[in-house]
Every structure is written in structure tokens, then in C-alpha cells.
């Protein structure tokens, strides 16, 4: 953990946002309050559509605020020029980056765009700075690879040299995980947590990896339409249900012990007996072949696996659907 | 074995070739040998070859470096900024914005009364430049209205259309003889200007070029689009004037004394990607001015069919050399991979 004391990077207070689309008004955020604290990675959720881009273009100082303040260092962001912005906050955004010719190395090096001369040229410094975000995104081995030839997982975690590289305080990313593997997704948000805790960044992830920003968030921002924005600990907010927001209608809840969504299990005449995982499993598995009632009881044994009924004894669940279904 | 810090000097080199090649080619047959002694020492062999390689071709292949450069830089930044690998440098209407404006003088200065033995080279630059500032400023104010860039380029695409138009309607109203004179113009030529048009071509050429060295930084951010160069603190806004300027000055005063030339602005800045294999703009920009400059006097140098006394238009010349050679080196590998 960082010894230095956590400060509030960003702050917003009773922030309204919108757009004015064919001379009307339109809000899409109203009220928010909210602290983005340095050393922390914290986690924007929220449905599609509820407006997570619209905030991050506002943070970006690319709208500004209908109503309320936005700010940064005590200062609203209105107040900083693009430039001087540039150097506190960066950003890995969504849309798709194909300069396939460009290789690892220069892409990092221009998060240092703000910092150089009229060509771009960098410093003795500036190398360092981008050697250093090569090796904290741990991709110095791929300095010399084109973009066009590295994986989703490789060019994401360039992305996010890159914005390192910009040296600001504050790191903001759209979907960075979107469509990568398991692996990748864990990697991608471990190397953000490690980026806040020893960097003391303060490090925004808008997801919808509920999953694995519950293993690696410190902060849960939770965006709702009507509802204002909540903010606190992942676990007090799964602890006071107020998780359950993300999830409207009663088909979806959030199961305390497994700590994951799941469809609500439907009120079921199952009886089966036996270990706990096992017989979960196999009444998740019953319940998605559309089997809510047995006439019989039937127990479940680990090992081997095996499912007895008073028709026989079935190795695997398919055979136990399929003589179901007969 | 790495070719990279060769490729300037290598590129240079063969500037100088195509050059002094381009300069003893031509209806009249100069030994390559006796250009390059009257050009070092300044004994010709007969008074006419000085009067046609001093007054006649040395001016044409400053223009053709002048004019293949100009339109590279042109097209390249295009590229960037749309973000596109077909764009050019004629696609926001500028070569249809030029030759609307040589089509009213030309075409309805028959209509008004004028006689086309009256029209002079001067005056049909100067139709050129004002057709294509036009156009320019018609697209610079959809520039300032659209925030988009993508609508930015449709537009332009619009208004060529427009534009061209306009000048079918004008050619079908139009006399056989000035017909014949505006085809002539839309072939595009290099060997129309005398010094002292080669004189404002350049002065021209130079103020396009400033913007382009002041913004290189700006361009290698662009590369990751819009979004993500402003939130590098690169001003877009400011960017897409600098574009929309630049590329106007450079391509409409190009097409204003050459006529249209197809084909160099889109091709070369691929080529020169393909042969630097990079798309760092400190690059890029100076390879595309050497890469336009050496391929348009080639193309010259081709289009003077040597040994015969006529010449072929440059505008078609450029598409039937170069189209073939750059189609096969693109095919050989993926263009918007590399891009």
C-alpha cells in the first residue's frame, strides 16, 4: 500500500450533463456527486445507455457541465486549457486505434505529445518515462512489434503504456476489457489495481466485468437511470443490496454466497440429494433443460460421479436429461 | 542488411537521375552527356539546346518536383486526417473547384464574347486559384458548422460533384474550339509555365508547406483519431483549419497552373509508407515529397514518348504508369493493415 496520504483528484458536485440535439435540451445525468481518490482503482457500472461515456466526456472537458461543478486540484475543469489537461489526465477510450505500421514503441511514446516540441522529438527524459510504461504495463519485449501484429490483449495493454506515458495523475478507461479472454480481463485489471496502488493513481474503469471488478475494485461508482450515482466499498454495497440496482426485475440477483449474478433460481420440485456443489450444479443444469419437478428423489455422489435413480445409475448429466426427456 | 539510413541518400540520388533523365528527354534528342556539360560549364553544342533545355524543359521539371511534392504532402495529410486510405487531395472539391473556374473562362467566355486567342496562361491560373479558393471557402464554412470529420469528407465529396456539373453544363453549352481547350486544360500539363509562373508556383507551394512542418507533432497524434489527439492536448479544431488551408493552397495552386493530376496524391503517401515502413509523419512527410517529386518526373519523362515529336498528357500518363505499378505493390500487401 502506498504510504502517501489519499487525496481527492477529481471531484463532482451536483453535476448535470446532457446534450442540446435539434435545439432541445436533453439531460442524461442529473445530480451527481462524486470524489475520484488517488491511489485507488475505482469501477463505473451501470446499464447501456445511462450515460458512463457522457461523464467521461465531461471529465474530459470535452462538455461542459449544464449545472453544478466539475474539478480538478480545486480548480473546474472549464479552467484548464487542452493542454495543460493533457498532462493530468489520460485516457484509453473505445474507439478502434489501427495505425498498423506504428510500432509498440512509438505509440507509447506519443502519450508524450503533450510534453515535446513542434516535431515530437523526445528527451533523454522522455525515453525514460516510456521505458518506464513499457515495463510497468510489463510489454517491454513487444517494444518492436507493429500494432497490426500483436494480439487484443497486447495492443490494450499498449494503449494503456501509452497512457501512462502521459504522466498524469489521473487514468480513465472505457471497456478496456471488452471483448478480450478470461485471462486477459483479470491481467488487464490487475496491472490498473497495481498502476493505483504503487503509482498513486487515481484509476477509472467503466466495465461491465461485474465479476472482476468485484475481485479488483476499491470503489463501485453505480449508475442508474433516475436514481443518483452511488458510490462506496464493492462489498458494502453487496452487503446493503444496493448492488441489486444494477439488476432491475426480479429474473436476476445477486447470490451473497457464490458473489456473483445469477438467474434467480426458480421456485423448483427438485429432490436431489448429496454435496452441496454437487447437487447445485446439477439443478442449475436440470433447470436450463426446462426440468422443474421430478418424480422421484435422486442423490448425487462426487467420486466418481454419478447420479442415481431409482431407473438406473447415469455417469453423466446428459444421459440423466436425455432418459429424462424419454 | 538494414536499408533504412540509405533510403534519404538513395532517394536523393535518384531525384538527381530522374532529373538531369527528364531534362534530356523530349521531341528534340539531346545527348545525356552534352545536358550535363552545358549545364556544368554553359558551352552548348548548338544555341537551340540551350533556349530548350534552359527555357523549356529545366522549368518543366521544376514543376514536375514542385507539383509531385506539393500534391504528396497534400494527400498525405489527408490521409491522416480522415483517417482513410482512399483520401487525396482532391477530395473536398478542390481540382473541380480549379477547373470550374478555368470552365467559366474558357467555356463561358464564348458565351460573353471573348475571343480564346485573348486568354493568356496568367489568366487561366488565376481562374484556377480563384475556382479553387471557392470551393474552399464553400468547405471551410461546412468545416466550421460540422464537428465530424467523416461528414466533413462527404461534403467535399458532394461539392466535387456539384461542381462538376456545373462545368458539364457549361462544356454542353460551349463552342468545339474552347471545348477543345478546357479538355486540353483537364489533361493536366507541366511544361505550360514559364519562370516567372514557376517563380509564384513556388512562393505559393512554400506557404502550403509552412503549416504542414509547424504540425507534425499534431499529425502523428491524429493517427489515433480525433478523440484521443485532443486528449493529448492537440487542439482538432484548430488541426482541420490548418488541413483545410495547407491542402487547398498546396493541391489548388498545383492544379491551377498544371491542370488536374490524378492519381500522385492518393498513391505516393502509400508508397512511401511501404518503403519506410513507418507512420511516423517526421518521416512520412519528407519521404512523400522525395517518393512524389521522383514519380512525377518519371511520368513526365514517359509521357514525352522519346523519339517521337508529340507528347502525351501528363494527367493520363500519371494513371496509365503508375496506376499498374502501385495496384501490383499493393496487392502484395495489405493496405489497411499497413496503413
Known amino acids: 500500500m502506498s504510504t502517501r496520504k489519499a487525496h481527492i483528484a477529481l471531484e463532482g458536485k451536483g453535476l448535470s450533463l446532457g446534450y442540446v440535439h435539434q435545439k432541445q435540451r436533453k439531460e442524461i445525468l442529473s445530480d451527481l456527486n462524486f470524489q475520484l481518490i488517488s491511489g485507488e482503482l475505482t469501477c463505473l457500472l451501470g446499464p447501456n445507455g445511462v450515460g458512463k461515456s457522457t461523464l467521461i466526456k465531461a471529465i474530459l472537458g470535452q462538455i461542459t457541465p449544464w449545472k453544478g461543478t466539475l474539478s480538478l486540484e480545486n480548480q473546474p475543469i472549464s479552467s484548464f486549457d487542452l493542454k495543460t489537461l493533457a498532462k493530468k489526465i489520460a485516457v484509453v477510450l473505445t474507439d478502434p486505434v489501427f495505425p498498423g505500421n506504428m510500432t509498440v514503441g512509438q505509440l507509447v511514446a506519443l502519450g508524450r505529445t503533450p510534453y515535446t516540441g513542434w516535431s515530437g522529438k523526445l528527451s533523454l527524459e522522455d525515453h525514460e518515462i516510456v521505458e518506464k510504461a513499457l515495463s510497468d504495463t510489463k510489454i517491454t519485449y513487444l517494444k518492436e512489434e507493429r500494432l497490426s501484429e500483436i494480439s487484443d490483449g497486447q495492443r490494450q495493454k499498449a494503449m494503456i503504456a501509452r497512457a501512462l506515458a502521459q504522466d498524469g495523475d489521473i487514468l480513465i478507461l472505457d471497456e478496456p476489457t471488452a471483448h478480450l479472454d478470461l485471462v486477459n480481463r ?37 449508475l442508474n437511470c433516475g436514481t443518483p450515482l452511488i458510490a462506496d466499498r464493492p462489498e458494502s454495497l453487496i452487503l446493503n443490496g444496493s448492488i441489486n440496482q444494477l439488476l432491475p426485475g426480479e429474473k436476476y440477483a445477486f447470490n451473497l454466497s457464490r458473489g456473483k449474478v445469477e438467474a434467480q433460481l426458480l421456485e423448483n420440485q427438485l429432490k436431489i440429494k448429496g454435496p452441496k456443489e454437487q447437487v447445485f450444479w446439477v439443478e442449475k443444469a436440470l433447470l436450463k433443460a426446462g426440468i422443474s419437478r421430478l418424480e422421484h428423489e435422486v442423490s448425487v455422489l462426487s467420486e466418481p460421479f454419478t447420479i442415481q435413480t431409482e431407473k438406473g445409475n447415469f455417469s453423466s448429466l446428459d444421459s440423466f436429461i436425455q432418459s429424462l426427456d424419454s | 542488411m538494414n536499408l533504412r539510413p540509405y533510403l534519404f541518400p538513395l532517394g536523393l540520388l535518384l531525384l538527381g537521375l530522374s532529373f538531369l533523365l527528364n531534362l534530356s528527354l523530349g521531341s528534340v534528342w539531346i545527348p545525356f552527356g552534352e545536358v550535363i556539360e552545358g549545364l556544368v560549364t554553359g558551352n552548348w553544342g548548338k544555341a537551340s539546346w540551350e533556349q530548350i533545355i534552359l527555357n523549356y524543359r529545366f522549368p518543366k521539371a521544376l514543376v514536375a518536383i514542385l507539383a509531385g511534392s506539393a500534391l504528396s504532402l497534400s494527400g498525405l495529410q489527408m490521409q491522416t486526417f480522415f483517417r482513410n486510405p482512399l483520401a487525396g487531395p482532391f477530395v473536398l472539391g478542390i481540382s473541380s473547384g480549379a477547373g470550374l473556374g478555368v470552365a467559366i473562362l474558357i467555356l463561358a467566355g464564348t458565351v460573353l464574347g471573348f475571343s480564346l486567342s485573348s486568354i493568356h496562361s496568367w489568366s487561366i491560373a488565376l481562374a484556377g486559384i480563384l475556382g479553387a479558393g471557392m470551393v474552399l471557402s464553400m468547405v471551410s464554412l461546412v468545416a466550421w458548422k460540422v464537428k465530424d470529420s467523416m461528414t466533413l469528407l462527404i461534403v467535399g465529396l458532394m461539392f466535387g460533384s456539384a461542381v462538376s456539373a456545373v462545368i458539364s453544363v457549361l462544356s454542353f453549352f460551349s463552342g468545339a474550339e474552347a471545348l477543345k481547350l478546357y479538355t486540353v486544360w483537364s489533361m493536366g500539363s507541366l511544361g505550360a509555365l514559364g519562370w516567372s509562373q514557376v517563380g509564384i508556383l513556388s512562393i505559393l507551394l512554400l506557404v502550403g508547406i509552412i503549416p504542414v512542418f509547424t504540425s507534425i507533432k499534431s499529425y502523428n497524434a491524429l493517427l489515433l483519431g480525433e478523440n484521443y489527439a485532443q486528449s493529448m492536448g492537440i487542439h482538432t479544431g484548430k488541426m482541420r483549419w490548418i488541413m483545410i488551408l495547407s491542402t487547398g493552397i498546396l493541391a489548388g495552386s498545383v492544379t491551377a497552373f498544371c491542370g488536374p493530376i490524378a492519381f500522385i496524391g492518393i498513391a505516393v503517401p502509400h508508397l512511401a509508407r511501404m518503403i519506410w515502413k513507418t507512420s511516423d509523419h517526421r518521416v512520412l512527410f519528407p519521404g512523400s515529397v522525395l517518393v512524389g517529386a521522383i514519380l512525377l518526373l518519371l511520368c513526365d519523362a514517359v509521357g514525352q514518348l522519346p523519339g517521337y515529336a508529340s507528347t502525351l498528357p501528363i494527367n493520363a500518363v500519371t494513371s496509365l504508369v503508375g496506376a499498374p505499378i502501385v495496384i501490383s505493390l499493393i496487392l502484395k500487401r495489405n493496405l489497411s493493415r499497413d496503413f
Do not use: S
Open chain 1, 186 to 222: 483479470f491481467e488487464i485489471m490487475t496491472l490498473l489495481r497495481e498502476i493505483a496502488k504503487n503509482q498513486d493513481h487515481a484509476v477509472l474503469v467503466v466495465t461491465h466485468d461485474l465479476d472482476i471488478a468485484l475481485e479488483t475494485a476499491d470503489r463501485f461508482w453505480l
